[in-house]
Structures are given as structure tokens and as C-alpha cells.
């Protein structure tokens, strides 16, 4: 029996992850905090609520970011929040392959973000802004531009894909 091929090896890249848990952060404080840190080059931040010592609610700071922004996250991280002190580890992180296609709907053409894994696709999800914007601009509801996206994203629709 012949056997099956080998599925191609996965290609991954060293991230590094911050961490810091506060236990006095306000939701504003780290909504403005993750912003700058996106801006400042963070490819995910992310915060969950954790139990701290004496059993105090807190919450904990997730940063992934490229080795060479470490040091400039780090600041940010002191600066806007209170802590004073950071975990800092690497992680091996496995990425989808992303493009973007356009798909035609009766709101405008809107682009959605395809996910493939070895040549496969997993994942298709449409660009949240831009339905947003044609929502309005057509004065209906977010909802009915997304049921409008699935459709055209059919396998069976004319629309599928105009790039």
C-alpha cells in the first residue's frame, strides 16, 4: 500500500511574551495601555482576570511581540501601568498563510481576510470596519452586511471572489 505524503513542515517564528498582572488597573487604564502598545509595534495584547495573593481580582497583561520590540514594550508597559515588574519568555508561534479577497455584495464590495493551512482554507472573516462603514452608508444594520458577506462567501455563489 502506497503511503500517503508527508504533510509539509510548519514554519514558525520566536515571539517573546510579556507579562505582568495588576492588581489595581481600571478597564480604561488598560484599554489606553494595550493601544499604545499596539501602536508601539505589540502584534497581540490581550488582558484575563486572575486571582492575585490575598485573593484579590486582578488582571493579567499579555503582550506578544517581536524580540526586537522588547525593550521598547517594556517601557510602555512600566509607564502606563502600575507594575513593577514584568515576566518576559520566548514562544514559538505558528502562523496561518493571509490574503485578502474582495467579495461583491449588494453594499459595496467588502474585503475579507483568508486564513490557509498548508494550502487549505480554515478561516474567512470579513474586515469589521469596512462592514461598518457600509452599513452606514447604506443605513442598515451591521447584521444584514455580514448575512451578506456569508452569502457571497458560498462556495456556490457568483460573488465568491473578485481578486
Known amino acids: 500500500m502506497p ?14 511574551v510579556l507579562e505582568a498582572d495588576l492588581d489595581d488597573a481600571t478597564p480604561e487604564l488598560l484599554a489606553a495601555a494595550a493601544d499604545r502598545l499596539r501602536e508601539a509595534g505589540a502584534l497581540d495584547v490581550t488582558s484575563c482576570a ?11 497583561l499579555t503582550v506578544v511581540a ?21 515576566r518576559c519568555y520566548p514562544v514559538e508561534r505558528f502562523e496561518c498563510e493571509r490574503t485578502v479577497e474582495t467579495v461583491a455584495t ?7 481576510k483568508v486564513g490557509r493551512f498548508r ?3 480554515v478561516n474567512r472573516k470579513p474586515e469589521h470596519d469596512a462592514c461598518v462603514a457600509a452599513a ?4 442598515v444594520s451591521l447584521q444584514d452586511v455580514l448575512a451578506a458577506v456569508s452569502y457571497a462567501l458560498r462556495p456556490d455563489s457568483d460573488a465568491a471572489s473578485e481578486s
Request: glycine share 8%; hydrophobic share 30%.
Open 3 to 16: 503511503s500517503s505524503p508527508e504533510p509539509s513542515p510548519l514554519a514558525s517564528t520566536t515571539r517573546l
Open 50 to 60: 486572575v486571582v492575585m495573593k490575598k485573593g484579590r481580582l486582578g488582571q493579567r
Open 66 to 86: 517581536a524580540p526586537e520590540d522588547r525593550d521598547r514594550l517594556l517601557e510602555i508597559v512600566f509607564t502606563e501601568t502600575s507594575t513593577l515588574g514584568c
Open 136 to 139: 452606514r452608508a447604506h443605513d
Open 106 to 112: 449588494p453594499f459595496g464590495s467588502i474585503p475579507v
Open 119 to 121: 494550502g487549505k482554507v
